[in-house]
């Protein structure tokens, strides 16, 4: 069983996907991207 935490909102009550995706990310173990480093390899040209 998996406990989650209530979702992200904003104040106007719309959910935060950009939170919930991080959320899946670090349980799935995926690396998360830190921001503004959107593209790792574009240093490397």
């Known amino acids: 069983m998996i406990q989650v935490n209530p979702l ?3 104040s106007t009550g719309k959910i935060q ?3 919930l995706r ?10 998360v991207r830190e921001k503004g480093n959107e ?3 574009l240093h490397d040209l």
Do not use: D, L, M
């Open 8 to 10: 992200p909102k904003t």
């Open 39 to 41: 593209n790792p390899h």
């Open 22 to 31: 991080e959320r899946a990310k670090k349980i799935s173990g995926v690396p």
């Open 17 to 19: 996907k950009f939170q």
